[in-house]
């Protein structure tokens, strides 16, 4: 793409002790709607999360997030949610909500490729 267009973002936390309100980056899900992309990177630092809590459920917590990732990308795996157009299923997946996964709020931004700034944005905030 050489023409700079305006996609959205969301830092993916983990949140192992939900009463405690402590959270580890564990990922980005950017939209662009120019350029037809939703996708999200996710990597989960097992000791950061076990540092906040040592019972924590590292595999409830994997699953949960590749059901996001799921329907970030509209894989049909991840259901009824998965078939919503890229903006419905983004805003459904960046809303408030007070579980072991949540995200940031939707960050604003403009790009070349919303490819290239989602790595980028995953390099430097969750790496």
């Not at 830092?11 to 002790?17: A, N, Q, S, T």
């Not at 630092?45 to 906040?52: L, R």
């Not at 072991?100 to 790496?127: K, M, N, W, Y």
Request: net charge neutral.
């Amino acid at each position: 793409m050489s023409e700079r267009t305006v996609y959205e973002y969301a830092v993916v936390r983990v949140v192992p002790r939900v009463e405690r309100d402590e959270f580890i980056n564990v990922g980005v899900a950017l939209f662009c709607r120019r350029q037809k992309f939703a996708a999200v990177r996710i990597f989960v630092d097992e000791a950061k999360c076990k540092a906040i809590d040592p019972s924590v459920d590292l595999e409830l917590i994997y699953r949960h997030l590749e059901s996001f990732k799921w329907i970030c990308e509209g894989d049909k795996q991840g259901g009824r949610l998965a078939t919503l157009e890229q903006a419905e299923r983004f805003r459904w997946l960046t809303a408030k909500r007070s579980t072991i996964i949540q995200c940031s709020v939707s960050h604003p931004g403009i790009c070349l490729s919303a490819a290239d700034t989602l790595d980028e944005l995953f390099s430097r905030l969750v790496l």
